[in-house]
Nanobody
Framework: VQLQAFGGGLVQAGGSLRLSCAAS????????MTWFRQAPGKDRDFVAT????????YYADSVKGRFTISRDNAKNTVNLQMNSLKPEDTGVYYC????????????????WGQGTLVTVSS
């Protein structure tokens, strides 16, 4: 499975951005697709996940009500709509895919896209 993430950028606090992650290859093996983020000097943290079959979603408490994860079946793409952005949302955002888990732990993931930088200015 290959993942390609795009859509990051610079935005003012209160603004919105939409990230996308396109999956290719053996996408039938995917159990869940998840977004993580990593702020400078910090660990890679869970943001949101979607189970590939059924569409169940989970969010980190810090983004609930502001971020929405969705899927475009025709394009094998998972999107992350980010609204009401805050400076603390700044970081490199990574999409990841797991073959067997809906885990919120980065080490449970088998495939990773390249990161895309999101910067929220105050």
């Amino acid at each position: 499975v290959q993942l390609q993430a795009f859509g990051g950028g610079l935005v003012q606090a209160g603004g919105s951005l939409r990230l996308s992650c396109a999956a290719s290859g053996r996408t039938y093996s995917i159990y869940s697709m998840t977004w993580f983020r990593q702020a400078p000097g910090k660990d890679r943290d869970f943001v949101a996940t979607m189970y590939w079959s059924g569409g169940t979603t989970y969010y980190a408490d810090s983004v609930k009500g502001r971020f929405t994860i969705s899927r475009d079946n025709a394009k094998n793409t998972v999107n992350l709509q980010m609204n009401s952005l805050k400076p603390e949302d700044t970081g490199v955002y990574y999409c990841a895919a797991s073959r067997s888990s809906g885990s919120q732990r980065a080490y449970d993931y088998d495939y990773w896209g390249q990161g895309t930088l999101v910067t929220v200015s105050s």
